[in-house]
């Protein structure tokens, strides 16, 4: 029998604290298999976007709780926004970052955006897609990010596979 993860918004509340503990730790973390001599960790992914967008308007769809990049690009000089489904998360990147507490709301992925056509250069949604449900990405989640996306901006998609 297979045992299915829990991923509901339902659970990110409940545990938006440590989510937000542990975020900061995966920085540190290394991947254990990667085909690119490059990546090693989640950093890397966030410089090698840095290095192709080097400046401008960027969405962390899915930010999580702390909002780790949205506050790394702002940090860097992006102007840099977070969206999050869970209240939870938001109020926690709030708490931990009080600079970007502006920057940083509720969104529900698998509706339409409130933001207007070709608003950012660079669009991060990691390890989220895969808690959507499947219809909803190809119908609502995919065409909005590409539709808020400048065009030549820079979609990145990241999922987080497995267990742990």
Same mark, same amino acid.
């Given at each position: 029998m297979? @045992?299915? #993860?829990d991923t509901?918004?339902?659970?990110?509340r409940?545990h938006?604290s440590r989510?937000?503990? $542990?975020a900061?730790s995966?920085t540190?973390? +290394?991947?254990?298999?990667?085909?690119?001599?490059?990546?090693?960790?989640d950093?890397d992914i966030?410089?090698?976007?840095?290095?192709i967008?080097?400046?401008? @308007?960027?969405?962390?769809?899915?930010?999580?709780?702390?909002? !780790?990049?949205?506050?790394?690009?702002?940090?860097?000089g992006?102007?840099?926004?977070?969206?999050?489904?869970?209240q &939870?998360?938001?109020d +926690?990147? !709030?708490?931990?970052? #009080? &600079?970007?507490?502006?920057? $940083?709301?509720? /969104?529900?992925l698998s509706? #339409?955006?409130?933001?207007? +056509?070709?608003t950012f250069?660079?669009? *991060?949604?990691? /390890? $989220?897609?895969? @808690?959507?449900p499947?219809?909803?990405?190809f /119908?609502v +989640?995919f #065409?909005e *990010?590409?539709? $808020?996306? !400048?065009p030549?901006?820079?979609l990145?998609?990241?999922?987080?596979?497995? &267990?742990?």
């Open positions: 297979s @045992h299915q #993860p509901s918004a339902g659970f990110y409940l938006s989510y937000a503990e $542990v900061h995966f540190q973390s +290394t991947y254990a298999s990667s085909s690119l001599p490059w990546l090693k960790n950093w966030l410089r090698r976007a840095e290095a967008v080097p400046e401008g @308007h960027a969405l962390d769809a899915g930010c999580g709780a702390g909002a !780790r990049d949205v506050y790394k690009l702002w940090c860097d992006y102007d840099a926004w977070g969206i999050d489904a869970v &939870e998360n938001v +926690t990147a !709030r708490r931990m970052h #009080p &600079e970007i507490a502006d920057r $940083v709301s509720v /969104a529900d509706k #339409p955006l409130s933001y207007e +056509t070709g250069d660079l669009v *991060l949604c990691n /390890a $989220v897609i895969q @808690h959507i499947t219809e909803d990405a /119908a +989640t #065409p *990010l590409i539709r $808020v996306l !400048r030549g901006g820079l990145q998609l990241m999922f987080k596979c497995g &267990e742990g």
